[in-house]
C-alpha cells in the first residue's frame, strides 16, 4: 500500500512538473511574441517581417521569420524570404541564426543603387548581446547588378566589440578572425594568377574608440585617440605565391594607411609579374627587383623553396619591400 502510495505521490509531482514546464515554455513563447512585435528599431531604421511564429517545443524555442527586411538611416535594405532564430540553453543573451534562403541588398549612394544577391548552400553563426559575433557559410556566391561574382567554398568569421575597453589603449575593443576559402572571382584574372586564391585567412585585434560607423568624423576621433590594428597573422595563397605576414595598422592625419610589418613569402617573383603585367613596374624594374630579393631570400629545409624575409611597410600611400618602393596604395574615400 505505501509503496503504491509514493508512486502515486511521485506521479503527481511529475505530472506537475511536467504541466509546470509546458506552461512555462508557453509563457516564454508568448512573452517572446509580444516583445518582438512591438519592439522599437533604432532611430532612422526600420525591421519588418510578414509572419512571425515560435518552434521547437519541448527542449528548445525558436523563432522562425518570413519575409524580413531591414533598413538602415540611410536606405540600404537587407532583406530574405526566411530567418530561424534559436535560443542557445535557455539563454536569450546568445542567438543562433540560421538564413536558409537568398538574401538580397540594395546598397543606395550618391551615384545611385547598387543591388546585390547572395546564395549559400548554408548560412548562421551565433549573436551575443556581450559583442560577439559567429558566422559559417559554405557554397556562398554573391552576384550584383552588373554581373560580377564572387564564390567561395567556406567562410568562417568571428568577431568581438567591447566597448568598455575602448577609452583604454592597453585595452582591446575589437577583435576579429577571418578564415576565406577558395575564393573564386574573375576580378582577380586581371592579376595574371588565376581567378582563385585557396586561402585568405587572418586574426586582428584593434584598440582604441571603435568608430560606430566607417565615416570621416567617427573614423578621425580613432585616429586622433591613438586607434590601431594589430594584425596578429594574416596568410593567402594564391596560385604560387604564398604570404604569411604579422604587424600593426594605423591612420595617418589624413585618415590614410600606415603601418610597419614582417612578411614571410615563397613564390615573390609571382608578386614582381603581377606589378610589371599591371605596369606598376618596368621591365628593367621588374627585373633589379627578383634579383635583389632573390639575394635576400633563403632556401626553406622543409618545402626546399626560396623564402624571403622582409619588412612590409606602407608610407606615404606607398608600398615598401624592404628599401624597393613597390606600388602606390589607392586612396581610401571616407563617407562623409
Not at 19 to 24: K, L
Not at 136 to 153: H, M, P, Q, V
Not at 263 to 275: E, P, S
Not at 292 to 301: F, I, K
Request: no cysteine; charged share 20%.
Amino acid at each position: 500500500m505505501n509503496k503504491i502510495r509514493h508512486r502515486t505521490i511521485i506521479g503527481i509531482i511529475l505530472g506537475l512538473l511536467a504541466m509546470s514546464y509546458v506552461g512555462f515554455w508557453f509563457y516564454t513563447a508568448d512573452q517572446i511574441t509580444s516583445q518582438m512585435e512591438n519592439w522599437t528599431p533604432p532611430p532612422g531604421h526600420d525591421v519588418q517581417w510578414q509572419s512571425l511564429s515560435i518552434n521547437g517545443f519541448p527542449f528548445q524555442l525558436a523563432v522562425e521569420l518570413e519575409k524580413l527586411t531591414a533598413t538602415d538611416g540611410h536606405g540600404n535594405q537587407w532583406s530574405t524570404d526566411h530567418v530561424d532564430l534559436a535560443m542557445r540553453r535557455w539563454d536569450w543573451r546568445a542567438m543562433t541564426f540560421n538564413v536558409p534562403g537568398s538574401q538580397e541588398i540594395v546598397l543606395r549612394r550618391t551615384g545611385g543603387t547598387h543591388t546585390l544577391w547572395l546564395d549559400s548552400e548554408t548560412f548562421g553563426g551565433i549573436v551575443s548581446s556581450s559583442g560577439a559575433f559567429t558566422l559559417n557559410s559554405t557554397g556562398l556566391n554573391l552576384r550584383d547588378d552588373r554581373d560580377e561574382s564572387i564564390f567561395a567554398d567556406s567562410i568562417r568569421i568571428q568577431a568581438e566589440i567591447t566597448p568598455q575597453a575602448s577609452t583604454d589603449l592597453e585595452k582591446r575593443s575589437g577583435y576579429l578572425w577571418f578564415s576565406l576559402n577558395g575564393i573564386q572571382t574573375d576580378l582577380l584574372s586581371q592579376l595574371s594568377l588565376g581567378n582563385r586564391i585557396d586561402i585568405a585567412a587572418g586574426e586582428v585585434e584593434l584598440y582604441g574608440p571603435l568608430p560606430h560607423a566607417l565615416k570621416t568624423s567617427p573614423v578621425s576621433r580613432w585616429q586622433a585617440a591613438g586607434g590601431i590594428a594589430e594584425v596578429r597573422s594574416f596568410r593567402l595563397d594564391y596560385g604560387p605565391m604564398n604570404v604569411h605576414t604579422e604587424g600593426t595598422l594605423a591612420l595617418d592625419k589624413g585618415l590614410q594607411p600606415v603601418g610597419a610589418f614582417t612578411a614571410r613569402i615563397r613564390g615573390f617573383g609571382a608578386i614582381i609579374d603581377i606589378l610589371e603585367y599591371n605596369g606598376t613596374l618596368g621591365n628593367g624594374e621588374a627585373l633589379t627587383a627578383k634579383f635583389v630579393l632573390s639575394a635576400l631570400a633563403q632556401t626553406d629545409s622543409t618545402t626546399n623553396q626560396n623564402t624571403l624575409e622582409i619588412p612590409i611597410s606602407i608610407q606615404d600611400r606607398f608600398l615598401y619591400a624592404g628599401p624597393l618602393k613597390l606600388t602606390r596604395v589607392p586612396p581610401v574615400q571616407w563617407a562623409e
